[in-house]
Nanobody, 127 residues
Framework: QVQLVESGGGLVQAGGSLRLSCVASGRTFRDYTMGWFRQAPGKEREFIASVSRSGDRTSHADSVKGRFTVSRDNAKNTVYLQMNSLKPEDTAVYSC????????????????????WGQGTQVTVSS
């Protein structure tokens, strides 16, 4: 089992920044590809970003490319999502997820690939 706990969400004005963190426990963190997803009320879950086991490969959704950056610190068992130039349409519950990956340099962009999920943290962007 892997436990994931997100933090860093909150209320921010449009154009502002937030950094989300997700701390993992329970298994060897570096064995997992990590991802971030979000879900707004009435909408489907949306892929945001993924980072490979060692952190040397990333993938970002087109909707956030150039504004959001995913990274990880394996020494701290933590994955981050730096969010800049936030827009009201970024308002959602953001969740991190872990996907056991037998190989490095692999990212995962669909929710079905992930084995474990955090509870999520609310991000609200006011106009």
């Amino acid at each position: 089992q892997v436990q994931l706990v997100e933090s860093g969400g909150g209320l921010v004005q449009a154009g502002g920044s937030l950094r989300l963190s997700c701390v993992a426990s329970g298994r060897t963190f570096r064995d997992y590809t990590m991802g971030w997803f979000r879900q707004a009320p009435g909408k489907e879950r949306e892929f945001i970003a993924s980072v490979s086991r060692s952190g040397d490969r990333t993938s970002h959704a087109d909707s956030v490319k150039g504004r959001f950056t995913v990274s990880r610190d394996n020494a701290k068992n933590t994955v981050y999502l730096q969010m800049n130039s936030l827009k009201p349409e970024d308002t959602a519950v953001y969740s991190c997820a872990a996907d056991f990956s037998p190989v490095d340099r692999r990212v995962a962009v669909t929710a079905a690939e992930y084995d474990y999920w955090g509870q999520g943290t609310q991000v609200t962007v006011s106009s």
